[in-house]
């Protein structure tokens, strides 16, 4: 209980300090590389948040990857206050719901946990039914994944746990909170 209580209080200031300072990093310009996708763009806001080799499941790396370097379209793009200040509850929505509909048939990844916890501290509350229901699922999955995590050494489990308890504490889904 002491850690998921300093997960919610830590997430707590996060979402303070985005809303203390969005409308600063909302007229940043951004790098004429960012592009982002119209709010309904489904697949381009899985390539922009995952990048092109997880959303078209290629090998996590190859030969080539180390000239990558920032190659943000083959990577995704990291959640960058100056992208996620800029998007409107219904853009927050639509984006969490097609990171969740992904990971509902595909494997967590630390870029799929930086834009889902990205976007859980700019949801804004009180949430809308949609958005209960989607936070939820969120949950349920991170908890279907744990169970099938093979080994507690597994670099996926803080991330998981993590989820878990933003969903069931910060956001008040108490059924679905680890009762340690």
Known sequence: MKWQRLQVSTFSDVRQSINKHRK????QALDDNVLMPK?????????FCLGEKVFLNSPACDAGDK??????V???????LSIVSRL????VSA????LIN??????????????????LACLEKPLLP????????????????RVSLESLEDQRLSALNLMICLVARYFEQNDLADQE
């Open 102 to 119: 992904w990971f509902e048939e595909r494997e967590f990844t630390p870029r799929l946990g930086q834009w889902l916890y990205a976007l």
């Open 24 to 27: 600063h990093w909302s007229t």
């Open 39 to 47: 709010m309904t763009d489904e697949e381009g806001w899985l390539k």
């Open 95 to 98: 984006v969490l719901e097609f």
């Open 130 to 145: 949609e958005a209960h229901s989607l936070i939820r699922q969120l949950a349920r999955r991170c908890a279907e994944v």
């Open 67 to 72: 000239y990558l370097g920032l190659d943000y």
């Open 74 to 80: 083959k990577m995704g793009f990291p959640p960058f």
């Open 88 to 91: 409107n509850q219904a853009t």
